[in-house]
């Protein structure tokens, strides 16, 4: 899989040079605004004589070859600062692919040791699936991605979102910009101004529909310009007049002022939100998509949806309300125009006609997120494969390996379900492979039921519901020993999977907090309930009495064993399942390690 990472590395060195070409063009300009400035001052010296008509042509040229420089410096460093962010995505994956910490975040607000596997799996958290894998920048798209992981879809579902998954895997640059154009954007505003736009912004500018409120702000812009006129050519009694109506501007104005601040706190520093999200909604409604969960996305009755268009209706909108940052510019534009008024009259408009598309636009672009994180993985790990996901009972899987462990580090296993649902009792000393091997099953099987690849080279299965039993910890804060939190937990599963025909259970070490004859016999009693309810799973212990449970069902209990080989007192594992239960512990060996020799009671 090296090649992956240096294809990265390559993309990143390319965009290197880029973005020193971009810093000398952003130097240029600013150097060539200082020179504009050294110029004027230096025509207004050598024609100062020459009366005012040539100062005023001097300064009307200077000022707009000065707004031309400061048009294409922005241009630049808007372009700078996207390149800057898509190195940082490219030095990201390399980090990814390398296990070093994402960028992006770890999930760890969506953990829950409550969960029926989260908790146990590492779902969320630091060095978790969810580390690795996301790659959405809104809140919004997070717990979308949270929501996958938390629950399996159904067969049709999964089947949608693989085929959807591949699609955007060929799009692996567009998909770049995509994120690249979202990564520097607040992500928790875009919840908040959801809220805003559906509850709150339409109640908080009713005053503008009052009809001579309406009049006025239409008006103003032409009396201000024929009372200007008439000031300028008669003056006198005009000037007065100006001096009046500009006055009652100022007090109308400051009437409502606090409703216009309301108004622009909530949403007038979203600009650059609404420029990117009609950016990225653009490349979506105009892409031929082939996968049905992506053509839903940019189409309703077999009518491309254009959403993109009311983003940046909106842009305009803020863009020009935005002039009040400036306190000169927006003195004169409300005095003379009421121009945060009419902005607030356009933006009403707007939201008559466009509040469902600006939710529905958010919510793609969500969607498209959390599909694009997975498309990454597709494009990261071409030796991981899709899973088939059968309607029947069943599981099968080649080569199957954790997705959080080095390629290099790690060992695969094959492993296969019988045609009816067993209890497979997996024995072994400790450090052998058996809570590892838990994990990756149960991992994998998330990815599968959440549309993603497999860290295997084949992998077949009906869609499970898991219940798993591994982490237990005690609470001083509930006052919860060990034990109890593992009768609680134990519980729990015994309830859920009484009346869930697709549960699949995953137990490392049930009731490590009692003595082993009640271990023994209440592990027994659990086993033989799975039995009843022809609940699969698997159970890993250290208890070899539980492996001879098959003698007792054998063709409801299966027994496997991860072994060790022992060298000169020395062990080694090779972390291979194999069939029957285990015969060889290491717990001697380490005790003799430190000096107790068990084998001769010493």
């Excluded at 000031?231 to 009437?255: A, R």
Aim: proline share 2%.
């Amino acid at each position: 899989m090296k090649h992956i990472p240096e294809a990265y590395q390559i993309q990143a060195k390319q965009l290197e040079i880029v973005i020193g070409n971009l810093k000398r063009k952003v130097n240029q300009y600013s150097f060539a605004r200082l020179l504009v400035f050294l110029v004027a001052i230096l025509a207004v010296y050598i024609f100062f004589g020459y009366g005012i008509k040539a100062l005023v042509l001097i300064a009307i040229t200077a000022i707009a070859v000065f707004l031309f420089l400061v048009k294409k410096q922005v241009q630049e460093e808007v372009l700078l600062q996207f390149s800057k962010d898509k190195l940082r995505l490219l030095e990201n994956e390399v980090n990814v692919l390398e296990y070093r910490e994402n960028l992006y975040d770890n999930g760890n607000q969506f953990s829950d040791a409550k969960h029926a596997y989260t908790d146990d799996l590492d779902i969320f958290g630091p060095n978790s699936v969810y580390a690795y894998i996301n790659r959405c920048s809104s809140q919004k798209a997070r717990r979308i991605l949270a929501s996958y992981f938390k629950e399996p879809a159904n067969r049709s579902e999964i089947l949608k979102r693989q085929e959807a998954i591949v699609e955007l895997g060929q799009f692996s640059s567009d998909t770049l910009d995509y994120r690249t154009r979202l990564l520097s954007l607040p992500s928790r505003d875009i919840d908040v101004l959801e809220v805003f736009f559906t509850d709150k912004l339409a109640k908080a500018m009713g005053f503008i529909q009052n009809t001579k409120l309406k009049a006025y702000a239409v008006a103003v812009p032409f009396l201000s310009i024929a009372l200007l006129v008439l000031t300028v050519f008669w003056g006198g009694l005009w000037f007065n007049i100006l001096g009046l109506f500009l006055l009652l501007n100022f007090i109308v104005y400051f009437f409502y002022k606090a409703r216009i601040d309301f108004v622009h706190e909530g949403i007038g520093k979203s600009s650059a939100i609404f420029k990117n999200y009609a950016s990225n909604l653009k490349w979506i409604e105009n892409q031929e998509w082939k996968a049905d969960l992506l053509k839903d996305k940019t189409s309703t009755g077999g009518k491309r949806k254009e959403v993109y268009r009311q983003f940046l209706e909106l842009d305009k909108i803020l863009t020009n309300l935005n002039y009040r940052f400036n306190i000169i510019v927006a003195i004169f534009l409300n005095l003379f125009f009421q121009w945060d008024l009419r902005q607030l009259r356009k933006l009403y408009a707007w939201h008559l006609k466009s509040e469902s598309d600006i939710v529905d636009g958010f919510d793609t672009i969500a969607q498209f997120e959390v599909l694009i994180s997975l498309s990454v993985l597709d494009n990261n790990h071409p030796e991981w494969t899709y899973p088939k996901i059968e309607e029947g009972f069943g599981f099968e899987s080649k080569e199957l390996g954790h997705p959080l462990i080095e390629e290099s580090k790690r060992v695969n296993n094959d492993f296969s379900l019988g045609e009816r649902p067993t209890a497979d009792v997996i024995t072994g000393s400790n450090m052998a492979g058996k809570s590892t091997f838990l994990r990756t099953v149960g991992v994998n099987m998330v990815l599968a039921f959440l549309g993603a690849k497999t860290c295997s080279k084949a992998f077949k299965s009906s869609v499970f519901n898991l219940y798993s039993f591994m982490r237990i910890k005690d609470s001083l804060a509930e006052s919860t020993s060990t034990f109890k939190a593992e009768i609680d937990r134990l519980k729990m599963i015994l309830e859920e999977t009484a009346k869930d025909e697709t549960a699949f259970v995953l137990i490392d070490e049930m009731l490590r907090g009692t003595n082993s004859k009640d271990k023994y016999l209440g592990s027994k009693a659990f086993i033989e309930r799975m039995i009843q309810q022809k609940t699969p799973g698997f159970i890993a212990t250290h208890d070899l009495q539980i492996a001879d449970l098959e003698k007792d069902y054998p063709s409801s209990v299966r027994n496997y064993h991860f072994d060790i080989s022992v060298k000169d007192e020395e062990m080694f594992f090779d972390y291979k399942i194999k069939n029957g239960e285990c015969k060889t512990f290491n717990a001697s060996i380490l005790l003799k390690a430190i000096g107790l020799d068990v084998t001769n009671g010493e």
